[in-house]
């Protein structure tokens, strides 16, 4: 099977999640597609940030492209045409990346052979 963006992310999200509890609140993953910057998804364990060039609904726009939602997610904030920040609760980081990988191709049409620059930073 060959490597997918999933995979790539899902390995940031684990390192995330591998911190001591005290740290893990401190240090979020930034996923940027290469070649275009402005395709951004951040993790912090427990919550999803990420670009959102729409003036509509997040959660409609979610649905209507048939992003199937985390475990336990709801909408904490949402700025039109700049980023929504979601919240979630017991979602696997094999969950959180096909829903990160979902954000890219299906909301932000990030193209499927798409490859994305990691980092892990500090808050």
Do not use: C
Request: overall charge negative; proline content about 6%; glycine content about 4%.
């Amino acid at each position: 099977m060959p490597f997918s963006q999933a995979d790539t992310i899902r390995a940031a999200i684990d390192k995330l999640e591998q911190l001591p509890p005290e740290r893990r609140e401190r240090y979020f993953a930034q996923f940027e597609e290469i070649g275009h910057e402005a395709r951004w998804v951040q993790v912090i364990v427990g919550t999803v940030n990420f670009a959102y060039p729409y003036r509509d609904d997040p959660i409609e726009r979610l649905e209507s492209s048939r992003v199937a939602p985390l475990a336990g997610m709801a909408l904490q904030e949402w700025e039109h045409e700049t980023n929504v920040i979601l919240t979630y609760r017991g979602a696997t980081s094999e969950d959180v990346a096909n829903f990160v990988d979902a954000l890219f191709t299906r909301v932000l049409n990030a193209p499927s052979g798409y490859r994305v620059n990691v980092t892990i930073e500090e808050m």
